[in-house]
């Protein structure tokens, strides 16, 4: 009780209240811009935060990054375009909903699941902050290798018609991740002398090239589609009955999105694949993954948005930052002369309470900020196709360009572009590639870190315990996922005359 | 049939083409035994069996009807990845502002619209509101173009 009242105290004592409610929008608005990532459009804030007071501070910068988080899922669902890494996977289904007519309760989902998705990690951050943190200690090269490779069996999963062309994907995206500066060794591989390569390709511009791109390309080929009137052009939430549907992918999403929350480095991007891959497992209808489930579009957006409220437990807890976000919010901290860890609740309760606070706030706003912008947005992209195709590829050109000045990106996504439409020509899903480039560094990473701290010895995954379970997790995945396409095609066998 | 055989062949080549580069990396004092060859070296050999797995499949399977895609749709998508290439060409030269214009133009030209002032308008109201996003909200430096 006592931590209410200082939460509460720091909320109407400051400009907290409005600093969240601002943070949002512009987080929203960044996050809805492909190429304007959460981190972006928090450091873009960072310098007018030097005058403020520290409360209102921590509590704009968090409020961005919810928006951010939860923005990047309007141009998914809406143009096939993520505005965020952890989009990715909303888009399958998100897009999908749109092209059924369905873009006002695909967005409806989006929003209720990400508003209950940040509630629940709000919750999770408040409530379990100390004992979470012991886990991400416990995090070691070899269990980082362990949680890429876990993310990795998820591949088996998304795979779609074909398990050979859903892991030729992924072999894809984990060449694309090789490309870059080695990271042992500091050798250039495959960068062509090309000092634009040398930092890598960011996983944004292979996913804006795949989705995007791809879908500008096949689109000016196609006949117009109907007139707005014929579509959903309101926005919607789901009736009860799709509500109670969408309850369990939503708690997968809670609870993968805790766990990698709480991992530095795992990230929601990670959390939304498992997730969306665990709830196409356990629900009564995984025919419908990519072809416009809703459970398809809650569990992500669940999922990357608890991991706004937990990827701080280990910012707050241990002043480890585990994301580019929380290294802005550690930033915001320290302009004013915080330094986070268990000090900071003994000492400054007030920001430490008042950020808790103005969390719960943001996730309000987000709410009805949301029920006051999707319907609008849906009018704009229901607009004449050749209009929408040319504001679409403007924003991605543009966008692109905005991460880190480069034409060189602008070119890579056409690129990928390219690699998409020929992809669905040749029926190879995305998905898999997109996880394989997320991936890729960190597997590769820490599975040589860590043979180089067991001087060659491969026991030492078998020998960490977080690294053995997650491993055995991997393995049980993989298993089931090889049985259920067994299955399923011994039935489709069976049911052929 | 010709889809899958057309994947696997070109996952064929790929996987060669990255071997024989990663071969070809320099080698590191400061290496580990992987090597910065390990990673890409395997993932060509995994590519390579999947691509030939894929050949098989695709050539035990009888030949289907209905692989052939009209020449005309691939050509208009890749019109459209053209103006793409333009707008890279050009913006550096141009500067944003004018080359979004004209990007947007074009696009939504080629895409279907009439020719009109409607498309120009537009196009303008778009390119400006672009510009002011980017540059003057989200201070981004976007090219300023060398000609003008």
Known sequence: ?497 | MIKDLGCGVTGLALAAAVYFLADDLPRSLLSDPTGADGLPKLLAYILGALSLLLIVGALRRAPATGDAENLEKHLRSAGMLGLGVLYLVAVSHVGYLVTIFFFILAVALYAGTRPGWQPVAISAVGAVALWFTFVKLFAIPMPAGTLF
């Not at chain 1, 505005?83 to 092209?99: F, L, P, R």
């Not at chain 1, 500066?181 to 050798?187: H, Q």
């Open chain 1, 1 to 497: 009780m006592e931590e209410l009242a200082i939460a509460w105290k720091a909320l109407t004592t400051t400009w907290a209240v409005p600093a969240a409610f601002a943070g949002v929008v512009w987080g929203i608005f960044g996050g809805a811009l492909p190429g304007i990532s959460p981190s972006i459009a928090m450091a873009l804030l960072l310098p007018f935060t030097y005058s403020m007071d520290p409360v209102s501070a921590v509590v704009l910068l968090g409020a961005v990054y919810v928006g951010a988080e939860y923005g990047g899922s309007i141009p998914a669902i809406l143009i096939r375009t993520p505005g965020t890494n952890s989009a990715a996977a909303t888009t399958i289904d998100g897009y999908e909903m749109n092209k059924r007519g369905q873009a006002g309760l695909a967005l409806g989902i989006s929003l209720s699941a990400g508003f209950v998705g940040g509630l629940f990690g709000l919750a999770m951050l408040v409530l379990m902050t100390e004992s979470l943190a012991r886990v991400a200690l416990l995090f070691t090269p070899p269990a980082y290798f362990a949680l890429g490779v876990l993310g990795c069996s998820v591949v088996a999963g998304l795979g779609g018609g074909s398990v050979v062309k859903g892991w030729i994907a992924g072999v894809l995206g984990f060449l694309v991740a090789t490309i870059g500066t080695d990271p042992v060794s500091g050798v250039p591989r495959f960068t062509f002398g090309s000092p634009d390569l040398l930092g890598g390709i960011r996983p944004i511009l292979v996913m804006v090239g795949l989705f995007a791109v791809s879908e500008i390309m096949i689109q000016v080929r196609e006949p117009a589609w109907d007139k707005a009137d014929a579509r959903d052009t309101r926005l919607r939430f789901p009736d009860l009955k799709l509500w109670k549907r969408l309850a369990l992918p939503q708690a997968i999403g809670g609870v993968v999105g805790t766990l990698e929350g709480l991992t530095p480095g795992g990230g929601g991007t990670i959390a939304a694949f498992l997730a969306y891959n665990e709830s196409k497992r356990w629900s009564k209808h995984p025919e419908e993954y990519g072809h416009g489930s809703p459970e398809g579009v809650a569990a992500p957006e669940a999922a990357n948005n608890v991991v706004t409220a937990t990827a701080l437990i280990p910012l707050l807890s241990l002043g480890i930052p585990g994301s580019n976000s929380a290294a802005i919010l550690l930033g915001g901290l320290l302009i004013h002369g915080l330094s986070p860890g268990p000090l900071l609740f003994e000492r400054n309760p007030d920001v430490a309470y008042g950020l808790y606070g103005g969390l719960f706030v943001a996730n309000i706003a987000m709410f009805l900020i949301g029920l006051v912008i999707l319907t609008p947005c849906i009018w704009l992209v229901n607009r004449p196709k050749p209009y929408l195709l040319a504001f679409i590829f403007a924003l991605v050109v543009s966008g692109v360009f905005s991460i880190d000045q480069s034409l060189v990106d602008v070119g890579l996504v056409l690129i990928a572009g390219v690699v998409g439409y020929f992809m669905r020509w040749a029926d190879i899903p995305f998905l898999p590639m997109v996880l394989g480039v997320v991936l890729g560094y960190m597997v590769e990473s820490n599975f040589r870190r860590s043979m180089q701290l067991s001087n060659g010895d491969p026991m030492v995954f078998l020998e960490d315990p977080v690294s053995l379970g997650l491993l055995l997790c991997s393995a049980a995945l993989v298993t089931y996922s090889l049985m259920r396409e067994h299955r399923s095609k011994k039935a489709a066998t069976g049911v052929t005359p």
